[in-house]
């Protein structure tokens, strides 16, 4: 699932598309950072509402390419240049990080595997 078709599910606003050609496959919902930091990220979006640099500096560490923030969080300009120098993708939506990710598995994409 390309980022375009992510976005349109969750009725989003994409505030800044590295993606490129990625297909996305997974997805992970969490706040808790040192959870996402267990698992291979490869083809996963990472839902959180955690909106702070730390979920971009994770990201980087693990590969993610994009990363969708829940709850109507804002991301600050300084995030947006961090995630644009790694090339990982933001989106903003309203909905809770569950409608998300309910939304994202009804229309395809898993969790990533155990």
């Known amino acids: 699932m390309n980022l375009q078709r992510i976005n349109e599910i969750i009725d989003g606003t994409i505030r800044l598309d590295c993606s490129s050609f990625h297909d996305y496959t997974n997805a992970f919902a969490s706040d808790l950072m040192s959870d996402v930091l267990r698992f291979q990220m490869e ?24 990363i969708i923030f829940g709850r109507g ?29 309910g939304k994202l598995y009804q229309n395809g994409l898993k969790p990533i595997p155990r």
């Open 43 to 66: 083809k996963t979006v990472l839902i959180t509402g955690l909106c702070t640099i730390q979920a971009i500096r994770t990201a980087e560490i693990i590969n993610i390419s994009c």
């Open 73 to 101: 969080k804002q991301v600050t300009e300084e995030m947006l240049i961090l995630a644009k120098e790694h090339r990982i993708s933001i989106v903003v939506s309203g909905a809770t990080v569950f409608e998300i990710a």
